[in-house]
């Protein structure tokens, strides 16, 4: 069982910059394709960055050239650089690790970006 452990959440004013981490329990992230998703209240969960195991990545067009994406293998971590943040940021933002066909979640951090 991979437990996905998320943190670096909290409320931080239009423009501003937030790093969201997430740890793995498991040495099996290391051949994972990790990723974040979010959800805003009242909205489906949509996809915002994904990097495989050799370090491609993939971005959301809304996230694009403000958001980073990023791995550690060593440490078991994937790591969300959140650069610009805009009020529409807003939302809960869970960690994904898929292995195989098999996605495993994080319970997910707040983003508040409000002035």
């Known amino acids: 069982q991979v437990q996905l452990v998320e943190s670096g959440g909290g409320l931080v004013q239009p423009g501003g910059s937030l790093r969201l981490s997430c740890a793995a329990s498991s040495s099996i992230f290391s051949i994972a394709v990790m990723g974040w998703y979010r959800q805003a209240p009242g909205k489906q969960r949509e996809l915002v960055a994904t990097i495989t195991s050799g370090g491609i990545t993939n971005y959301a067009d809304s996230v694009k050239g403000r958001f980073t994406i990023s791995r550690d293998n060593a440490k078991r971590t994937v790591y969300l650089q959140m650069n610009s943040l805009k009020p529409e940021d807003t939302a809960v933002y869970h960690c994904?690790?898929?292995?195989?066909?098999?996605?495993?979640w994080g319970q997910g951090t707040q983003v508040t970006v409000s002035s």
């Open positions: 994904m690790g898929r292995v195989g066909a098999r996605d495993y």
